[in-house]
C-alpha cells in the first residue's frame, strides 16, 4: 500500500470516513462519571465476528472524556482486512454520542500499534476458551 494512502483511501466513498482528520483534544482532567458511562456504552458494541465487547477485546486504545462533554476515543480493529471496518467506527461514535452529557463524540480509527491478542482482557480471553 503507498505510504500516503490508508485503508479507508480504497473503500467505497463514505465508508469510514469522515471526510476530515479527527484530532484528539487536550484533557481537562475530564469527568469520572461521565466517563464510566462511556466505557459502559463502549461495551455495548461487538465485533460481529468475535462475541465479546471492543473494550475487552482491548481494541479501544485512548479514552478522553472531558468536563464540556468532549469524548474522543482512538480505536483500532482485529485486522485491517475486517469486513466492518466501514461500519464499526461509526457504531462506536453512535453509542459515545448517546450517552447523556456528551456534546461532541470524536473516533480515530488507528493501526499502529497493531492489535494482539494480548491486548484482550482476562474475561474477553476466557470467553472465547483462550484461557
Not at 471526510?19 to 466517563?35: F, M
Not at 464540556?68 to 466492518?84: F, I
Request: glycine fraction near 8%.
Amino acid at each position: 500500500m503507498p505510504e500516503d494512502k490508508d485503508l479507508f483511501d480504497f473503500m467505497p466513498e463514505g465508508e469510514g470516513d469522515t471526510g476530515e482528520e479527527v484530532e484528539r483534544p487536550e484533557s481537562d482532567g475530564g469527568d469520572p462519571a461521565l466517563q464510566e458511562q462511556v466505557i459502559e456504552a463502549l461495551k455495548t458494541v461487538r465485533d460481529p465476528e468475535i462475541p465479546v465487547n471492543l473494550v475487552d477485546l482491548g481494541l479501544i486504545y485512548d479514552l478522553v472524556v472531558n468536563k464540556d462533554g468532549t469524548v474522543y476515543v482512538e480505536m483500532t480493529l482485529t485486522t485491517p482486512a475486517c469486513p466492518v471496518a466501514g461500519a464499526l467506527p461509526g457504531q462506536v461514535q453512535q453509542a459515545v454520542a448517546a450517552v447523556p452529557g456528551v456534546q461532541d463524540s470524536r473516533v480515530k480509527l488507528v493501526w499502529t500499534p497493531p492489535w494482539t491478542r494480548d491486548r484482550m482482557s482476562e474475561e474477553a480471553k476466557l470467553e472465547l476458551g483462550l484461557l
